[in-house]
């Protein structure tokens, strides 16, 4: 399983952007599913978007749609979130995660609620912290 690491997050003020990314350790990230989550404080965690079938699909939170856009780089095995016209109720701990195989990339995301997305993810990142305040 491939190890993941994010970066990128901070403190940014309401209708700022920022871009975080998700580097992966194995050679290649081609044949996943890689998925960006958050968790707010007393909230459970939730799909925020997800990119699979070698890039050609992109899934996204309807909370999100339209201001942020995902996006990867198999050269250099990392997965982008662009984050434009953030927002106080953007804040929260983000994550990358992974998840491999035929199946199970095939289902990846494919829920219409995404606080269902994250157990058939099995790779983790560690978290970052965006906050979004002024």
């Known amino acids: 399983q491939p190890q993941l690491v994010e970066s990128g997050g901070g403190l940014v003020q309401p209708g700022g952007s920022l871009r975080l990314s998700c580097v992966s350790s194995r050679y290649t990230i081609e044949n996943y599913a890689i998925g960006w989550f958050r968790q707010a404080p007393g909230k459970e965690r939730e799909g925020v978007s997800c990119?699979?079938?070698?890039?050609?699909?992109?899934i996204y939170a309807q909370s999100v749609t339209g201001r942020f856009t995902i996006s990867r780089d198999v050269a250099k095995t990392t997965v982008y979130l662009q984050m434009n016209s953030l927002q106080p109720d953007d804040t929260g701990i983000y994550y990358c995660?992974?998840?491999?195989?035929?199946?199970?990339?095939?289902?990846?995301?494919?829920?219409?609620?995404?606080?269902?997305?994250?157990?058939?993810?099995?790779?983790w990142g560690q978290g970052i912290q965006v906050t979004v305040s002024s």
């Open positions: 990119i699979k079938n070698g890039g050609g699909t992109t």
């Open positions: 995660a992974a998840v491999g195989g035929f199946s199970a990339v095939k289902r990846a995301c494919d829920g219409q609620e995404p606080t269902t997305w994250a157990p058939d993810f099995t790779s």
